[in-house]
């Protein structure tokens, strides 16, 4: 086991993965909704730019594209939620489930391979790079430029609007800010980083699937619980940043799951079980911590 090319890959899938982590973080965090549309934003934002590319496309506007259906996909979540008053979770799983139906006729099929396509990784590869530096480099660029936008982004009044009705909704209100326009825009944001991953995350895969957004809720949480025990109530842009780190960690953590020869068929138990572990984290540090109180009495 050469512990090297397993940081290596789990650091250039981490800052892909990334993306999707900061979409959850918006809704899960900031609006401090559960919202469940991200399960059908990855796989339409990963289907458009994937059809675009086999179209002859360029790659950039096919992400492009893809940034922009999640942020439909999370305009129409934020609708149902705010103007038809039904439940997050509800409407998260309602678009979710329509999502499905809209990829499935975007892509044509359940799949769409991408082999020997012009993709934004493979225009480095043609440079001489490797596929693990290339997708380094474009993972780490893309997600530091959206990282840079979101910060300025959430320093503005709409942006501190949408913080403020996270934190508090009847003080938000009472001070007349639309609390709904800010839901909605926050569901348009987060589910555009969610779409702007399955994008690239396609793009690096080589195709795109209609079934690749199960699960990807769970990994964007567990990458944010990673984070948070790491580095706990530090200012937004740092919060940003490790949520990076927790994605690179979770990836790395993986990774070396997988080296004790899973087989394909318990793949997705070893990924449940890592997540668990994941997710227990806070629980477990919060335990160490009291632990080590009364052990100091």
Same mark, same amino acid.
């Given at each position: ?18 993306? !999707? %982590? ?8 900031? !609006? ?21 590319? %086999? ?5 950039? !506007?096919? =992400? /492009?594209?893809?940034? #922009? ?12 939620? =705010? ?7 509800? &409407? ?10 809209? *990829?499935? $006729? ?36 893309? *997600?530091?430029? /959206?990282?840079?936008? #979101? ?43 969610? &779409? !702007?991953?399955?994008?690239? +995350? ?5 195709? %795109? ?6 699960? =990807? ?21 740092? $919060? ?26 318990? %793949?997705?138990?070893?990924?449940? +079980? ?22 100091? $009495?």
């Amino acid at each position: 086991m050469d512990i090297l090319i397993i940081i290596q890959s789990a650091a250039s899938q981490g800052v892909v993965w990334a993306l !999707l %982590a900061i979409g959850v973080f918006i809704t899960f965090r900031i !609006l401090d909704i559960a919202d469940l549309t991200a399960e059908g934003s990855f796989p339409l934002g990963g289907g458009i730019a994937a059809v675009m590319i %086999a179209n002859g496309q360029s790659p950039w !506007l096919a =992400t /492009v594209a893809g940034f #922009l259906g999640g942020v439909l996909a999370g305009l129409c979540s934020g609708f149902l939620h =705010t103007k038809l008053k039904i439940p997050a979770l509800l &409407a998260g799983i309602i678009t979710m489930t329509g999502l499905y139906s809209v *990829t499935s $006729r975007v892509m044509g099929g359940p799949n769409i391979p991408l082999l020997g396509e012009k993709t934004m990784f493979s225009i480095l590869q043609t440079a001489g790079l490797t596929k693990v530096n290339a997708t380094l480099i474009i993972g780490l660029l893309v *997600t530091l430029l /959206v990282i840079l936008l #979101l910060f300025l982004f959430f320093r503005t009044e709409i942006g501190l609007a949408i913080r403020a009705t996270g934190d508090n909704i009847e003080m938000s209100e009472a001070n007349g800010i639309n609390t709904d326009n800010m839901k909605i825009i926050g569901y348009m944001i987060s589910n555009g980083c969610i &779409a !702007l991953s399955g994008a690239l +995350i396609a793009q690096n895969n080589g195709f %795109a699937d209609l079934n690749s957004g199960v699960g =990807t809720i769970v990994i964007g949480l567990a990458s944010i619980i990673i984070a948070e025990v790491i580095f706990a109530n530090k200012p937004l842009l740092f $919060r940003l940043l490790s949520i990076v780190l927790g994605a690179v960690i979770y990836r790395f953590i993986l990774a070396i799951v997988f080296e004790f020869n899973v087989q394909p068929a318990d %793949a997705k138990i070893a990924s449940a +079980i890592v997540l668990v572990i994941c997710l227990s984290l806070p629980q477990l540090q919060g335990k160490i911590h009291l632990g080590q109180k009364k052990g100091a $009495r």
